[in-house]
């Protein structure tokens, strides 16, 4: 069993910034790649971005340029700046880290962009 929880969340205004941590753990099993997700009050859950164990990163094209993922695979942990947020960036993101038996997901941590 891998055990992913998330924190960092909170309010921010338009224009600030958060940074969200998540940690894996309860596993001796590798830790590919990890990423966070997103869902906003009526919609689905989309994708974020993604980090491999080597460093390669995807973004969606809503945040790139101001969203920054990166990982410390020793601690097993991914984190998630946010720069120039948007009223649209509010949400509950989750954390979700793929190994080689599937994968496991947080419980998610709700950031909220409002003046």
């Known amino acids: 069993q891998v055990q992913v929880v998330e924190s960092g969340g909170g309010l921010v205004q338009p224009g600030g910034s958060l940074r969200l941590s998540c940690a894996a753990s309860?596993?001796?099993?590798?830790?590919?790649?990890m990423g966070w997700f997103r869902q906003a009050p009526g919609n689905e859950r989309e994708f974020v971005a993604t980090?491999?164990?080597?460093?390669?990163?995807n973004y969606a094209d809503s945040v790139k340029g101001r969203f920054t993922i990166s990982r410390d695979n020793a601690k097993n942990t991914v984190y998630l700046q946010m720069d120039s947020l948007k009223s649209e960036d509010t949400a509950v993101y989750y954390c979700?880290?793929?190994?080689?038996?599937?994968?496991?997901w947080g419980q998610g941590t709700q950031v909220t962009v409002s003046s």
């Open positions: 979700r880290a793929y190994f080689a038996a599937g994968t496991s």
């Open positions: 309860g596993s001796r099993l590798t830790i590919d790649a």
């Open positions: 980090i491999t164990r080597g460093g390669n990163t």
